[in-house]
């Protein structure tokens, strides 16, 4: 779930994006998974999805090897793109703790219009397709 103001627009990574709509501060909390809110899938329950549901929740989903789930964003988390030097993540020196929400922050100031980014090499099990690493009919997490 996303915790600050964003919208969407094109954006010069890929495809659509999402933006700040204010200035962020380093260290602003950003997002945090909220079950109920934010869906997962299992690898099964996804493959008895019709298509195009499985493309869509394929494209718009990441991949946490922890769980073994698919995950989609209740909002437009999913439209954020990836960057080698992203603008948000979790901070240095942060722990997982279980049974608590990892929480992503702002990794430096963002200025307002500036697009948020992430490393999907950070958290996404399903990196290796949304790189193109594998073919487009790998089982998820493959590779």
């Known amino acids: ?15 659509n994006g999402l933006f700040a709509v204010r200035p962020l501060p380093a260290g ?5 998974h909220a079950p109920g809110f ?10 008895a999805l019709p298509e195009p549901a499985r493309g ?9 090897r922890d769980s073994g789930r698919m995950i989609l964003s209740g909002d ?12 948000t993540g979790v901070p240095t020196g942060a ?3 279980e049974g608590e929400p990892v929480v992503t922050v702002a990794l430096r100031d ?3 219009g ?23 009919t790998a089982p998820i997490g493959a590779g």
């Open 1 to 15: 779930m996303i915790l600050v103001e964003t919208r969407v627009a094109p954006s010069g990574i890929h495809g």
């Open 28 to 32: 602003t909390p950003f997002y945090r």
């Open 38 to 47: 934010d869906q997962s899938f299992t690898a099964e329950a996804w493959a």
């Open 56 to 64: 869509f929740v394929r494209h718009f989903t990441y991949f946490d």
């Open 76 to 87: 437009d988390a999913r439209f954020m793109n990836h960057s080698d030097t992203p603008n």
């Open 95 to 97: 722990s997982f703790v």
């Open 110 to 112: 963002i200025a307002a």
């Open 114 to 136: 500036e697009e948020l980014t992430c490393d999907y090499r950070a958290f996404d099990g399903d990196i290796a397709w949304k790189f193109g690493c594998v073919p487009p």
